[in-house]
């Protein structure tokens, strides 16, 4: 079993930052990718990035590339979501999750934390 918990999220302006972060407890001796997922209130849970476990690769939804980076501390357990430049279409509920593959459709991922709100304002 792997537990995570996000932090770092918020209220911000648009063109401000934020950095999330994933701090992963249990089994994580486990080789496993790290993806975030965020969910807007009515919309279905979409895939935003996913960072392979050694950290050398990294996959990014078009709506966030070249704004967010994910990378990762494996000393810590610790993985980051870095956004830059939020728009009020960046706002909803982040959720970062672990897996075995370098995937982006949620249902390849077997651990998930319980989320944190980001809000940008206009």
């Known amino acids: 079993q792997v537990q995570l918990v996000e932090s770092g999220g918020g209220l911000v302006q648009a063109g401000g930052s934020l950095r999330l972060s994933c701090a992963a407890s249990?089994?994580?001796?486990?080789?496993?990718?790290m993806g975030w997922f965020r969910q807007a209130p009515g919309k279905e849970r979409e895939f935003v990035a996913v960072?392979?476990?050694?950290?050398?690769?990294?996959y990014y939804a078009d709506s966030v590339k070249g704004r967010f980076t994910m990378s990762r501390d494996n000393a810590k357990n610790t993985g980051y979501l870095q956004m830059n430049a939020l728009k009020p279409e960046d706002t909803a509920i982040y959720y970062c999750?672990?897996?075995?593959?370098?995937?982006?459709?949620?249902?390849?991922?077997?651990?998930w934390g319980q989320g944190t709100q980001v809000t940008v304002s206009s």
């Open positions: 960072i392979t476990w050694r950290g050398n690769s990294t």
């Open positions: 999750a672990a897996g075995r593959n370098f995937a982006v459709q949620a249902d390849n991922y077997n651990y």
């Open positions: 249990g089994r994580t001796s486990t080789y496993y990718a």
